[in-house]
């Protein structure tokens, strides 16, 4: 148990204006579970964040992608050095957002 008290307290934050840890966009592995968890909680009946008058599709995932791609999830990302330092990033700081897959 103390272990795991010492392994917490190693953790550093960066805290920088300038994205350090990773490239300065979303990875194909963030872009997945960021969608994929956003389709899961408005599949459970969480409200939409954009406003869908004249969408033709109401697929949770299409859904999930486009609010990505609007830039307004409240969502941060938490990257890793191996080293156990670590940087929180908005997805707001975030470029190439817009270049995602056309649907």
Excluded: C, H
């Excluded at 994205?19 to 990875?27: A, E, K, S």
């Amino acid at each position: 148990m103390t272990n795991e008290l010492n392994d917490k307290q190693d953790d550093l934050e960066i805290i920088s204006n300038k994205i350090v840890v990773g490239p300065d966009r979303l990875t194909r592995f963030e872009r997945a579970r960021i969608i994929g968890a956003r389709a899961l909680q408005l599949s459970m009946g969480a409200p939409v964040l954009l406003n869908l008058e004249n969408a033709d599709t109401k697929s949770p995932i299409v859904i999930a992608e486009l609010e990505l791609r609007a830039k307004i999830l409240p969502i941060s990302i938490r990257r890793e050095f191996p080293n156990k330092t670590y940087q929180i990033i908005p997805i707001q700081k975030l470029r190439d957002i817009q270049a995602i897959r056309e649907l």
